[in-house]
């Protein structure tokens, strides 16, 4: 077997065996609300695992240790991280106090479930990609982050076993939450090309 092909199943066994089973939403309102508190003396706060939606997520106690692929990240109450589509993610607490969370994790269907409109072309699939990147971690240090958070503190009053019923409410928040992230993008200059292994992950979402 050529050593290409080799590598190749290698990346797509590795890729099966992290990736998250469970859907989160549903087909007709691909939106999640997950609101989550761990007792004193957690370590692990949730294993190494990657899906194709986003996540938006929001420390409400505790001091937690985020790691998004080689990337750590340390997140206090209040402070909050954005997750891309189809990336490595995993997180322990800091202190043993106990710690929660909550997290709205979305597929891009939420905003537009055709990805070859020019809303998508333009303002989905660049971030997607990794081309543009949105800032990941975010606090109250600044006026668009602060807007951020008391729009994603909006939809956490929600019960998350009736967002169907607030859908007209999530809907404008989360646009209103892409924009400001959107306008704050950087572009990423130094992605490589070359990134088999997370090229195999986004290609069923991008196809």
Not at 55 to 84: A, M, R
Not at 118 to 140: A, C, D, E, N, Q
């Amino acid at each position: 077997m050529a050593t290409k092909q080799k590598k190749r199943i290698k990346i797509q066994d590795k890729v099966k065996d992290y990736e998250e089973k469970i859907s989160h939403g549903t087909a007709e309102v691909p939106i999640a609300l997950h609101k989550l508190v761990y007792p004193k003396n957690t370590e692990i706060v949730f294993y190494l695992h990657w899906h194709r939606e986003m996540e938006v997520l929001v420390v409400t106690q505790g001091i937690i240790e985020i790691q998004v692929e080689e990337t750590k990240y340390v997140l206090e109450k209040g402070d909050c991280i954005f997750i891309n589509s189809n990336m490595y993610h995993s997180a322990r607490a800091l202190d043993r106090n106990g710690c929660a969370f909550y997290a709205v994790v979305f597929s891009y269907e939420f905003l537009q479930s055709d990805l070859h409109t020019h809303f998508s072309k333009h303002y989905i699939r660049p971030v997607l990609k990794g081309k543009l990147m949105f800032t990941p971690v975010i606090r109250r240090d600044g006026d668009w982050q602060s807007k951020i958070l008391d729009l994603l503190d909006e939809i956490n009053e929600l019960d998350h076993h009736k967002l169907l019923e607030n859908e007209l409410m999530l809907k404008t928040r989360m646009y209103a939450i892409w924009e400001l992230y959107y306008k704050h993008a950087k572009l990423n200059d130094s992605m490589e090309e070359d990134n088999s292994l997370n090229q195999e992950r986004i290609k069923p979402v991008l196809d």
